[in-house]
T-cell receptor, first 115, second 115 residues
Framework: AQTVTQSQPEMSVQEAETVTLSCTYD???????LFWYKQPPSRQMILVIR??????QNATENRFSVNFQKAAKSFSLKISDSQLGDAAMYFC????????????FGKGTKLSVKP | NAGVMQNPRHLVRRRGQEARLRCSPM?????VYWYRQLPEEGLKFMVY????????ESGMPKERFSAEFPKEGPSILRIQQVVRGDSAAYFC?????????????FGPGTRLTVT
């Protein structure tokens, strides 16, 4: 079965510092997409960043970047210059093999940002 | 362009009642996904629909749950004879196309509480 593992239930970072959230997954496909979603207290799911597995270059979106290790099936999210508004649950996700885009989510990492 | 709309945002039902959750996709999107999020968990896929068709309902319980996406109007997730275990947040997402490469845009969710 396909799985997504986020091994850090909770993380904490000082404002303006950098934090890395880990995610590992298991798929036999060679071409796929990986996603990080943010869920703030409002519970709205917001796409943070997307990585295409066939691209070796790590995706970046402003202060957010990924460290994608395809062989290790690792997809970590790095948040630089952390801000108070980054405090949220972060979920790693990818599409179910053979589906029409149905996503499998990890259990999430709760990120706290200390002023 | 309005985002994905879900209503109601909060719904309280007594055990045995019916719950109807509505989702209006983004304009121009004809693909809808429903997910359920139990407390302290990630989202879990329930059903994927296109206009007038259920494409994949592999994540939906076989009893008491049904979904539709009519030609006109919102997608509806219906839960009959609710039980306490149905208490959760239900999210819908829409996409312009099906497939693993397309971003899913999430609504704000409906929090169902069964008393």
């Amino acid at each position: 079965a396909q799985t997504v593992t986020q091994s850090q239930p909770e993380m904490s970072v000082q404002e303006a510092e950098t934090v890395t959230l880990s995610c590992t997954y298991d798929t036999s496909e060679s071409d796929y997409y990986l996603f990080w979603y943010k869920q703030p207290p409002s519970r709205q799911m917001i796409l943070v960043i997307r990585q295409e597995a066939y691209k070796q270059q790590n995706a970046t979106e402003n202060r957010f970047s990924v460290n994608f290790q395809k062989a290790a099936k690792s997809f970590s999210l790095k948040i630089s210059d952390s801000q108070l508004g980054d405090a949220a649950m972060y979920f790693c996700a990818y599409p179910v093999r053979g589906s029409q885009g149905n996503l499998i989510f990890g259990k999430g990492t709760k990120l706290s940002v200390k002023p | 362009n309005a985002g994905v709309m879900q209503n109601p945002r909060h719904l309280v039902r007594r055990r045995g009642q019916e719950a109807r959750l509505r989702c209006s996709p983004m304009k121009g999107h004809s693909h809808v996904y429903w997910y359920r999020q139990l407390p302290e968990e990630g989202l879990k896929f329930m059903v994927y629909l296109q206009k007038e068709n259920i494409i994949d309902e592999s994540g939906m319980p076989k009893e008491r749950f049904s979904a539709e996406f009519p030609k006109e109007g919102p997608s509806i997730l219906r839960i009959q004879q609710v039980v306490r275990g149905d208490s959760a947040a239900y999210f819908c997402a829409s996409s312009p196309m099906a497939g693993s490469s397309y971003e899913q845009y999430f609504g704000p969710g409906t929090r169902l509480t069964v008393t």
